[in-house]
C-alpha cells in the first residue's frame, strides 16, 4: 500500500494476544522515536491521524496499540483500515503472541487479570485467539515472543522498525539457534544443518564458537558445506525478488543446529555476507551462543 501524501506520518499498528509483551513494545517504539498511543478508540485513529498530518506538526511516525480492551475493535478494525487506505497512510499491521503455556506463566507471575477470562486464564486466551485470528492472518509481521526476554524483544523490534518503513527495502533477519533449546519461532523458513560435521566434538574447538576464526575455517572448509551454501544461496536469491513483488517488507531465515553455538552461527553469518553482497539490508541474532 503506497502512500498517497508525503505528510502522511509513518504507521505503526500494535496488536495481538494479551501478555505477548505490547507494553514493552510501546516503550520500545517511544525509544525510537515514534508518537505512541495506548488502546485509542478505533473509531477515533482516523481523526487522530487526520491532525497529526496537518502541516506544521511534528509528529512524523506514529504507533497505536489496539487490542480486545477496545469493545469496537473487531467490527470495526477492517473498516478502519480501510478508511486510512483511502486517506493515504502508509502502515504495518505488527501481531504478537506467545504460547498458551508461556502466557499463563506470566500472567500468573504479574497477578493480572485476562480481560476475557471468566473462570480461568487459558479460557480467556482461547476465546481471544478466536476473536483475534484474522487480524493474525492479515498482519505485515506477526512476532512470537514465548522464547523472548525484555532485551530479545527489544533487539527484534530495533532491527525491524528502527528504520523507515517508506524505504521499500526488505529487512532480513538471520537467526542461528540450538534445536535443544526450542526451534526458532518467528522464522519465515527454517534450516537445519545438523547434517555438518560438528565442531563440539573436536576438542581444541568445542569451547569455541562460531564467531572465532578457527571454527569458522572449520565449518567453511568442508565441501559440503560449500555445496551447501551454493544451492541455499540460489535458492534464497531466487524467492527474495518474489517476496519484494507480494510486498513483504520482513522476512526472517533461522539456521539451526545442536546447540547453536556453532554451525548454525557460522552459516547464517555467511548467508549475511552474501545478501549484503546482493543489496539486502540482513542482521544476525546468535540466539543461544552463550548457552552450553
Known amino acids: 500500500m503506497d502512500s498517497k501524501k508525503s505528510d502522511n506520518p509513518e504507521l505503526i499498528i500494535i496488536s495481538g494476544i ?18 505512541c498511543v495506548d488502546n485509542l478508540p478505533i473509531e477515533l485513529i482516523p ?4 491532525l497529526c498530518g496537518q502541516r506544521g506538526s511534528e509528529i512524523d511516525k506514529v504507533a497505536l496499540v489496539v487490542d480486545v480492551r477496545e469493545k ?13 487506505g ?16 508461556v502466557l499463563i506463566r506470566r500472567f500468573s507471575e504479574t497477578r493480572r487479570k485476562h480481560p476475557l477470562a471468566e473462570t480461568s486464564v487459558r479460557e480467556g ?11 493474525k492472518e492479515s498482519a505485515h509481521n506477526v512476532i512470537d515472543t514465548s522464547d523472548f526476554s525484555i532485551h530479545d524483544l527489544r533487539y527484534t523490534l530495533q532491527k525491524h522498525f528502527g528504520g523507515a518503513i517508506r524505504s521499500g527495502r526488505m529487512s532480513i533477519s538471520l537467526v542461528a539457534f ?10 519465515d523458513l527454517v534450516f537445519d544443518v545438523r547434517f555438518l560435521p560438528n565442531p563440539y566434538f573436536v576438542d581444541r574447538l568445542k569451547h569455541l564458537t562460531g564467531k572465532d576464526e578457527e571454527v569458522i575455517r572449520y565449518v567453511l572448509d568442508m565441501d559440503e558445506t560449500q555445496e551447501f551454501l551454493k544451492r541455499l544461496c540460489d535458492f534464497v536469491d531466487y524467492l527474495l525478488p518474489r ?19 556453532h554451525r548454525s ?22 540466539r543461544d551462543i552463550e548457552r552450553g
Open 125 to 135: 486466551l482461547a476465546l481471544e485467539r478466536q476473536l483475534l485470528a484474522d487480524v
Open 86 to 101: 483511502d486517506m493515504g497512510f502508509h502502515y504495518q499491521v505488527l501481531f504478537l503472541d506467545a504460547s498458551d503455556e
Open 18 to 35: 494479551s501478555g505477548s509483551g505490547k507494553s514493552t513494545t510501546v516503550r520500545q517504539f517511544e525509544d525510537m522515536g515514534f508518537f
Open 243 to 261: 517476496y519484494v513483488a507480494e510486498g513483504k517488507s520482513y522476512l526472517t531465515l533461522g539456521f539451526g543446529c545442536t546447540g547453536g553455538r
Open 72 to 84: 469496537k475493535f473487531l467490527t470495526k478494525y477492517r473498516e478502519v483500515l480501510s478508511i486510512l
Open 178 to 187: 540450538g534445536f535443544k533449546y526450542r526451534i526458532a519461532n518467528n522464522a
Open 47 to 50: 481523526k487522530f491521524l487526520e
Open 265 to 286: 552461527v557460522v552459516i547464517a553469518d555467511a548467508v549475511k555476507r552474501h545478501l549484503e553482497a546482493k543489496g539486502f539490508d540482513a542482521s544476525v541474532w546468535c
